[in-house]
Nanobody, 120 residues
Framework: QVQLVESGGGLVQAGGSLRLSCTAS????????MGWYRQAPGNQREFIAG???????KYLDSVKGRFTISRDNAKSTVYLQMNTLKLEDTAVYYC??????????????WGQGTQVTVSS
């Protein structure tokens, strides 16, 4: 049973923008905090954006001011708007849901991952 479905990855030039989407089954979206992680080849999966409470969000320092997380409760969907993309943003991006999404130990569900590639 698929719980989190992601879309929106792709190839973009440096300086460009992409928006990722993650649709969750209704119970997951209402029960848990949602967030996004990424994993580049050879690196650990890292937290980049997510909710820590009803309206509080947290971001990885290197994406602050460039990435924005948002949600549409009616669609049970979380978005990650990524602007001014850099080569180092290239990674597989994962949607996450859990009691605490700012650390991997708190993630209960993962999306399948979507590739984001930033070219020069």
């Amino acid at each position: 049973q698929v719980q989190l479905v992601e879309s929106g990855g792709g190839l973009v030039q440096a300086g460009g923008s992409l928006r990722l989407s993650c649709t969750a089954s209704g119970s997951i979206f209402s029960m848990y905090n949602m967030g996004w992680y990424r994993q580049a080849p050879g690196n650990q999966r890292e937290f980049i954006a997510g909710w820590t409470g009803v309206s509080r969000t947290k971001y990885l320092d290197s994406v602050k001011g460039r990435f924005t997380i948002s949600r549409d409760n009616a669609k049970s969907t979380v978005y990650l708007q990524m602007n001014t993309l850099k080569l180092e943003d290239t990674a597989v991006y994962y949607c996450a849901a859990g009691p605490t999404v700012i650390m991997t130990q708190g993630v209960r569900y993962w999306g399948q991952g979507t590739q984001v590639t930033v070219s020069s």
